[in-house]
Nanobody, 122 residues
Framework: QVQLVESGGGLVQAGGSLRLSCAAS????????MGWFRQAPGKEREFVAA????????YYGDSVKGRFTISRDNAKDTVYLQMNSLEPEDTAAYYC???????????????WGQGTQVTVSS
């Protein structure tokens, strides 16, 4: 079992930045690929970014490429999402997830956090 707790969400103006963190419990964090997804009201859950177990490979959704950066610190059992040049369209609840494979699909992940809200004002 892995428990995930996100933090760092909030209200920011368009063009601003936020850094989300996701802290994992347990001693097996480094054996999991990690992903970030987001879901806006009335919309499906959307892939944002993923990172391999070692951190050597990263993947991004088209809408965030060049603006968001995923990283992880296996010594701290934490994955991060640095979000720059935020746009109102980035407003959503952001979820981190852990899985045995690095996947663009939510179905590829076994454990999920409770989410943190990001709101970008215009």
């Amino acid at each position: 079992q892995v428990q995930l707790v996100e933090s760092g969400g909030g209200l920011v103006q368009a063009g601003g930045s936020l850094r989300l963190s996701c802290a994992a419990s347990g001693r097996t964090f480094s054996t999991y690929s990690m992903g970030w997804f987001r879901q806006a009201p009335g919309k499906e859950r959307e892939f944002v970014a993923a990172i391999s177990r070692s951190g050597g490979s990263t993947y991004y959704g088209d809408s965030v490429k060049g603006r968001f950066t995923i990283s992880r610190d296996n010594a701290k059992d934490t994955v991060y999402l640095q979000m720059n040049s935020l746009e109102p369209e980035d407003t959503a609840a952001y979820y981190c997830a852990a899985g045995r494979v690095t996947s663009y699909s939510a179905r590829g992940y076994d454990y999920w956090g409770q989410g943190t809200q990001v709101t970008v004002s215009s």
